[in-house]
């Protein structure tokens, strides 16, 4: 079983609209997650890390969910571009070892 | 604003032929790190440095070394280049990976290779 799986989407969106997606994780001992972006072609960017108490970053929201072991990324208002590939990532307290989803697609269409 | 700067971007290399993948950074960040990314399978961890002198495997070491002379240098060597190492290559640092902090990994633009 991988680590971290994601639904590979694609995610289809017109501009405007509301897409979320989810992420699972199979370690309980992870402590740290975050939410990297990825344009094709280009190396991955951090996009927010995500608390306990879910965060906001403009019309980006994150949360997470200890007891069913998954975090959501839920993006409002999809701007054309918000097309990218989003990349789970999650570790364990005291480790130097990243786990990567392979990623949800989202593409806005106009 | 370097950041972490990856060469080459391109390489076709032959079965059995070796080569090293540059990376260096001037974040004067500790944790330097090698990934591939193939299709459907995510980012996995090659090898990882905490500091000069110290490198340590990742998920999939095996066909490659890396050394870490310097703070800034981490390259990463193919041995015997074989199809399976047909992939996209990053180089990533961070301040710190440690708990706690925020685990940004900031990564090079990537290095394609391909492996006949």
């Known amino acids: 079983r991988k680590e971290v799986e994601q639904d590979p989407g694609p995610f289809n969106v017109p501009e405007g609209a509301t897409v979320a997606f989810n992420c699972t994780y199979s370690?309980?001992?992870?402590?740290?997650f975050f939410w990297y972006r990825q344009d094709c072609r280009k190396e991955p960017k951090l996009l927010m890390s995500v608390y306990s108490s879910g965060n906001e970053d403009g019309r980006f929201t994150a949360q997470l969910n200890r007891a069913s072991q998954y975090i959501s990324l839920l993006i409002r208002d999809s701007k054309l571009s918000d097309s990218a590939t989003y990349l789970c990532?999650?570790?364990?307290?005291?480790?130097?070892?990243?786990?990567f989803g392979a990623g949800t697609t989202v593409t806005v269409r106009a | 604003n370097a950041g972490v700067t990856q060469t080459p971007k391109f390489q076709v290399l032959k079965t059995g032929q070796s080569m090293t993948l540059q990376c260096a950074q001037d974040?004067?960040?500790?944790?330097m790190s090698w990934y591939r990314q193939d299709p459907g399978m995510g980012l996995r961890l090659i090898h990882y440095s905490v500091g000069a002198g110290i490198t340590d495997q990742g998920e999939v070491p095996n066909g490659y070394n890396v050394s870490r002379s310097t703070t800034e240098d981490f390259p990463l060597r193919l041995l015997s280049a074989a199809p399976s190492q047909t992939s996209v290559y990053f180089c990533?640092?961070?301040?710190?990976?440690?708990?706690?902090?925020?685990?940004?990994?900031?990564f090079g633009e990537g290095s394609r290779l391909t492996v006949l």
């Open positions: 990533a640092s961070s301040y710190s990976l440690l708990a706690g902090n925020t685990g940004e990994l900031f």
């Open positions: 974040m004067n960040h500790e944790y």
């Open positions: 990532v999650v570790s364990v307290r005291n480790d130097y070892k990243l786990s």
């Open positions: 370690n309980s001992a992870s402590q740290s």
